[in-house]
T-cell receptor, first 114, second 114 residues
Framework: GAVVSQHPSWVICKSGTSVKIECRSL??????MFWYRQFPKQSLMLMAT?????????EQGVEKDKFLINHASLTLSTLTVTSAHPEDSSFYIC??????????FGSGTRLTVV | KQEVTQIPAALSVPEGENLVLNCSFT??????LQWFRQDPGKGLTSLLL?????REQTSGRLNASLDKSSGRSTLYIAASQPGDSATYLC?????????????FGQGTELSVKP
């Protein structure tokens, strides 16, 4: 089946530093990847749509300069949280689309900013 | 704007019961609908995908139905087991001319007691 590998699974960083999260589609090519964040006891909120070889499309209210998305190849998309602050602490999940299989999600990254 | 509502928000049942989880969505112009399972602190596992032209899908003890015109989907779990305890998320997918996004409901938190 379709597999999306997401790393790291958890990270703790100091306020003001940047953190990069990687998502790789292992057995399929993901032309499009989506990035979500999830606060405790809440559902997934779409942050941005990442298209291979072009700029990401951000949802309303998501700061594109703070959440940098790069989708340089058909199997790799990255999300960099720049100048992280405690309010950025959340669970970040990526997903890739595989034809006829729907969306496959990564295992998520728990970010804690101290 | 698509809005997804899941009822009930939480459910606690004894082992062996048959369950019905409900999902409603406001925009019936969907491409397909997926049901996911999320364990605490983990990513999402796809359970069932129903194409917009289909009425239902079955996998083992799970059966999902879709009534696109009325904006409803139901996940039926037969003979529930403690291992079924998790949060269940319903996510209709927009058409690709709208970006193909998955929009999530708040989820139903299920607890199956031994």
């Amino acid at each position: 089946g379709a597999v999306v590998s997401q790393h790291p699974s958890w990270v703790i960083c100091k306020s003001g530093t940047s953190v990069k999260i990687e998502c790789r589609s292992l057995d399929f090519q993901a032309t499009t990847m989506f990035w979500y964040r999830q606060f405790p006891k809440q559902s997934l909120m779409l942050m941005a749509t990442s298209n291979e070889g072009s700029k990401a499309t951000y949802e309303q209210g998501v700061e594109k300069d703070k959440f940098l998305i790069n989708h340089a190849s058909l199997t790799l998309s990255t999300l960099t949280v720049t100048s992280a602050h405690p309010e950025d602490s959340s669970f970040y999940i990526c997903s890739g689309l595989r034809s006829n299989y729907g969306y496959t999600f990564g295992s998520g990254t728990r970010l804690t900013v101290v | 704007k698509q809005e997804v509502t899941q009822i009930p928000a939480a459910l606690s049942v004894p082992e062996g019961e048959n369950l019905v989880l409900n999902c409603s969505f406001t925009d019936s112009a969907i491409y397909n609908l997926q049901w996911f399972r999320q364990d605490p602190g983990k990513g999402l596992t796809s359970l069932l995908l129903i194409q917009s032209s289909q009425r239902e899908q079955t996998s083992g003890r799970l059966n999902a139905s879709l009534d696109k015109s009325s904006g409803r989907s139901t996940l039926y779990i037969a003979a529930s087991q403690p291992g079924d305890s998790a949060t269940y998320l319903c996510a209709p997918q927009q058409g690709y001319n709208q970006g193909g996004k998955l929009i999530f409901g708040q989820g139903t938190e299920l607890s199956v007691k031994p």
